[in-house]
Each structure stands twice: as C-alpha cells, then as structure tokens.
C-alpha cells in the first residue's frame, strides 16, 4: 500500500470521485477556483453514462443524447475562462423527434409554435386551446422549478420551504401526466405531453408536474446533437481539467472516503492507495458514496434503511447496433423516435409499481449516423434502441444473465415495424441490462437515474450538494440536488463550487502534479 503524504499546497488540492458529465464539471469549476484537483474514475474513459464504445467501426452514444439549454454549458465553459462553441460544435435538430403510435399516426416534435399546434390539430382540433394552456403551465413552472431552484443549493430546508407557496399555486402535487389529462383529452397527445420525466428516470404518474417545464425548455432552447456524441463533450472537459493543472486517473476504482474528526481527509482506491485532500466530491450515485464508500462512518441520514427505502428510478435495456448499407434506407425514420407501444399507463405500472417486465414495450430509437456520419462506417448507421424496465431492487428482480437475450428478441420485433429487414444487416450488436448499469456505473439497483425525482425525493430530500456526514465532503450528479439529466448535474457542479471557497493557494502550473510528488 502506498500513502501519499499531504504535500505542500494541500490545502488545494481536491479530489473528485467519478467522471461523469457532473463530475468533469465540479473538477472543471473546482479548478478554475484554483484548486488542483484529481478525478478518478474506474472506467478507462470520461463521461460516464455520457461517453461511448466503439465496435466494429461504429461509435455507440451510451447514453444522453438531447443537449438542451446550450447555456449550461456556454457559461461552465466561461466560468474556467473559455469558449464552449470553440470546442463543441452543437447540431439544432428540426424536428426534434417523432412518436409513433399504434394506430399508425405520428407526432412530429418542433420548435415552431404554429407547428406544434399545427400537428396537436391534426391528431385533436378540439384539444388545440388545451395544449396552449399547458405550454403556459409549462412556462409558469419553468420560472419557479428552472429558474428559481435550479442553481440554488436546497440543503437548508428553509430553501425548500420558500418556494412552497409557488409549488401549492402550481399544483405541484400533481403529476405531469394528472396535468397533461387535465388540458387535452387526446390519449396520445396525454402521451406525447407527459413522457418527458422519463428521460430523467421519473414515472409520469407520480413525477411532479413541475417537470412540465421540459417542454418549455425545448422550445425556448431547441434541441441539439453535440457532433461526436456526449463523449465529445467529455473529452472537451477532460482538456480543459488537464490545461488546468488537474489530473485524470481512469481506471481506479475508490473503495472508501476517508473521514477524520468529521473531516473528510482523502480516498482510498481498490488497489489500497491513498490519496490525501482535504476536499472531496463524489460523482458516484449518492446512494454508492453512503452505502459503500462511507459504510465504516455511523451515517446521521443516508443511513442504509433511508436509501432502502427511496423509490428509484427505472432501469434501461438499452440495445446497442449497426447496419451495412443502410444510411439511404428507412428514409422516414429520422435521428430521434419514439415507438410507443400499446399501453402507457399500464406499462409505467409494470414497469415503476409492480417491478414486472412485461412483454410489451415503448422504445426510444436513437440514429446519430443521420445528423454525425462520423460515428458509423460510410453508408452504414449506427442505432440504439432503449426500453425502460423495472429497477433490480424490486422484489423479484430480472434475472437478465438468462432473460437479456430473450427480451433483446422481443425489442427486435418492435423494431421490425419501423426498420424492416434491419436484422439482416447488423454488422455490431451489444446491449446493457440493469445489471450492467449496476456492475459498470456502480448503480444501486441498476437504476438508470438514481433516485426518482419525486416531490418527496427533490430539493431538500433529496442528498445534499454538501454532506451532513462530513466537513469537506461534497456530492454531485443525478442522485443529488438539482437531479438526473445532463443538465441537472452539470447544475449540481455549479451548486457545489458555489458553497466552495477559492483554493487558499491558487496552483501554479508550474508545480508538478499529485502522481509525481
Ligand atoms: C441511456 C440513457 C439516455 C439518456 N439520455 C439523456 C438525454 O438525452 N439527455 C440528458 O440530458 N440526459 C440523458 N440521460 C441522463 C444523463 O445521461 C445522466 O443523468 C447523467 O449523465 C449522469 O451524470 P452523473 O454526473 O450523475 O454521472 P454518471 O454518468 O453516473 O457517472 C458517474 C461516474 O462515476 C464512476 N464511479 C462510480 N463509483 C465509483 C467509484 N467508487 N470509484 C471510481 N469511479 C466511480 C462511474 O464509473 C461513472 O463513470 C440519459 C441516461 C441514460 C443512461
């Protein structure tokens, strides 16, 4: 075992566990106050859910895919002295995406006002006014949720009990879907008006209908692909940490958060190396730092009970696969689209309350080889298609060793109706279970969102940006305040940093690095 001593300067150095797209942007932040800082992550990339992996010549996103709100990123970038659109060239989408229901009717996605109630007409005349009458909910919930809770840090409870009045007004009790239904009687305008939660983990049933204010987003913001997939974005990150004097260590797992007199003091890796800092930011689901990383500290609040008891969000079969020759075919199904299947209610049922995978499904179908030739061999296209599935926390959890190959069948019939003929041409093939999210991301449940963003779960229920547990400990990303998406954790970095003093001794870049001393 190695122990590194604390060397001169200790006071700013830090250390951030995780380099998910969060904590890229805390050791980003981090490093523009000054501090050298350390990211460890156990993958061999950056990016976490947002990076990639390449077969065959195909590039797989693994995960997000939408970019909304550029200005996230543009003022991270300006906050450590840079320019984000001279690293990251961002694609608006138009239309954004397609739904296609059973019936064989579509929903077309778009920026334009006049052609969302254009197409809302089409499917419903009668609902026309009560679509614009949710695009003013979806206005009025931006400017309380996005606006007014977004940046701000919720760990004292009395930030969550100032903006009770607003939510009350708001009806923020309601879910997104009880609203959807309360302003259109189309079922699948209720559909096309309520499934955005489920981007972010959230049921649609029970999420806040705060979470209206997505719509809102992506009308105001559009959508964008970031050429070269989030990976692209992480990469840009990891440059920006480097030229700041921080250091990347891929492929280190850390087994323990070391905790002195109720300071947090440093890391200890899997391979019993220590690392001394006396400030240290876990990227890693919230529940995985408390659970695992603080297992040996006597826990006031993220006790193992409180975490067994959260609802968590959903998992994801996500099918990763590329086609020969295909980029002129389907000439009809664009970058984004949503199979819905024939059930919505019924469905999230199974999947949120009951823990069973049923036999039907809804997919998102992702296509980047439209938009970014770059990620497929020439002519070909690269596709993922994701199906929400229950969490393996549930009572009698999937065995997906044995049902993964099964259920991956079932999701190529579905994608038989959209893609004919496409299982001749799969030239790459891999698909992620919950267990993958469980064994690769180190995600309790195998939970593709962490904690659901339930009213009961967000804010100041939801784990603090700063720990209860320890001075110097710090948490980001999806399982955190504000919450999933990525967005929400690029936030939680900016949440974090502003509770952070500047290093008291700035770095110089001239100074080796922490491997080196
Ligand atoms: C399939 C999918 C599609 C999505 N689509 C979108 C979308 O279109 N738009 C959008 O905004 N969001 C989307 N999201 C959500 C978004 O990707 C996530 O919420 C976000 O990327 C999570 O970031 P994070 O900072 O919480 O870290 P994560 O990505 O969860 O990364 C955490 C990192 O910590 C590392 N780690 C964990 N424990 C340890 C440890 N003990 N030691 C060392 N390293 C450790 C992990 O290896 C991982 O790299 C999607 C997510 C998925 C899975």
């Not at 059930?343 to 995978?357: N, Q, S, T």
Request: hydrophobic share 40%; proline share 6%.
């Amino acid at each position: 075992m190695t122990d590194s001593n604390m060397p001169d300067g200790a006071p700013s150095q830090a250390i951030v566990i995780g380099a998910g797209l969060g904590g890229l942007a805390s050791a980003m932040r981090l490093g523009a106050k000054g501090y050298r800082v350390t990211v460890l992550d156990k993958l061999d990339r950056p990016g976490g859910r947002g990076s990639s992996i390449t077969q065959s010549g195909h590039r797989f996103d693994l995960g997000p895919t939408i970019i909304t709100v550029p200005q996230i990123y543009e003022d991270l970038w300006a906050a450590c002295g840079r320019d984000f659109h001279a690293d990251i060239t961002l694609k608006p989408m138009d239309p954004f995406y397609e739904i296609r229901f059973p019936d064989g009717e579509t929903f077309t996605a778009r920026q334009s006002t006049e052609a969302m109630e254009a197409e809302v007409h089409r499917l419903s005349p009668r609902d026309v006014k009560g679509y614009r009458r949710f695009m003013k909910d979806a206005e009025r919930r931006y400017v309380v949720g996005f606006e007014g809770m977004l940046l701000k840090p919720m760990h004292r409870i009395w930030e969550t009990l100032k903006v009770l009045p607003e939510f009350a007004l708001l009806r923020a009790d309601r879910s997104i879907l009880g609203l959807a239904k309360a302003r259109v009687r189309d079922p699948r305008l209720r559909m096309a008006l309520s499934f955005h939660p489920l981007f972010i983990g959230g049921d649609p049933m029970h999420v806040t209908s705060m979470y209206a204010l997505v719509g809102y987003l992506e009308k105001q913001f559009g959508v964008h692909y970031a050429m070269g997939g989030v990976q692209a974005i992480a990469d840009a990150m990891t440059r920006v940490i480097e030229a700041q004097g921080g250091q990347m260590r891929l492929g280190e797992t850390v087994d323990e958060i070391l905790i002195d007199k109720g300071a947090a003091r440093g890391v200890r890796t899997t391979k019993g190396e220590t690392l001394h800092a006396p400030l240290v930011v876990s990227n890693a689901d919230a529940g995985h730092t408390y659970a695992k990383l603080l297992q040996k500290q006597r826990r006031r609040r993220w006790t193992d009970a409180k975490l067994k008891s959260r609802k968590w969000s959903m998992g994801l079969f996500v099918w990763y696969f590329g086609t020969r020759g295909t980029r002129g075919q389907w000439a009809d199904v664009g970058h984004h689209t949503i199979v819905s299947g024939p059930r919505y209610e019924g469905l999230l049922k199974d999947i949120f309350i009951k823990g069973h995978l049923a036999e039907d499904m809804s997919l998102y179908v992702h296509r980047p080889s439209l938009t970014d030739p770059s990620c497929a061999p020439e002519g070909d296209d690269t596709f993922y298609a994701l199906s929400p599935v229950p969490h393996l926390g549930h009572d009698t959890p999937v065995n997906w060793a044995t049902e993964g190959e099964v259920y991956r069948r079932k999701v190529a019939k579905v994608l038989e109706g959209l893609i004919p003929g496409f299982e001749d041409k799969i030239t790459a093939s891999r698909f992620f279970t919950p267990e993958t999210f469980r064994d690769r991301y180190l995600s309790p449940n195998g939970s593709g969102f962490s904690i659901e963003p339930r009213i009961l779960q967000s804010a100041w229920f939801r784990p603090h940006n700063v720990s209860e547990e320890a001075s110097g400990l710090f948490l980001v990303g999806a399982g955190t305040h504000p919450g999933a998406g990525v967005p929400g954790v690029i936030a939680s970095a900016e949440v974090m940093a502003g509770m952070v003093p500047a290093a008291p001794h700035p770095i110089d870049l001239t100074t080796p690095k922490l491997a080196a001393e």
